[in-house]
């Protein structure tokens, strides 16, 4: 499974791409677990001190929001295609 990371995310991990490996049933929290042990330095940028989602990340599975769905409990599958962002504004 593939992550895509914006911005700022991007130049944090290295990389615009990260490839994540899953076994079985998964769901994005899971697939953005293994995303952050490739990319620890994600935490900060990603995670609040509670260790849970900052609210101005977005998170899609392929195009799609995943907070109109399950949130991080929706499921993921092989050919997913994942994107982390920050917020983006604009004038």
């Known amino acids: 499974m593939e992550w895509k990371l914006f911005a700022d995310l ?3 991990a290295g990389t615009r ?3 994540v490996d899953l076994d079985g049933e998964s769901t994005v929290g899971d697939a953005l677990d293994a995303l952050l042990e490739r990319r ?8 609040d001190d509670d260790g849970h989602l900052r609210e101005h ?35």
Do not use: Q
């Open 10 to 12: 991007a130049e944090v």
């Open 17 to 19: 791409r990260v490839t």
């Open 40 to 47: 620890p330095a994600l935490a900060a940028r990603v995670l």
């Open 57 to 91: 990340i977005n998170v899609l599975r392929n195009g799609e929001n995943v907070f109109t769905d399950e949130g991080l409990e929706t499921t993921v599958g092989d050919g997913d295609e994942l994107a982390l962002f920050p917020p983006v504004s604009g004038g």
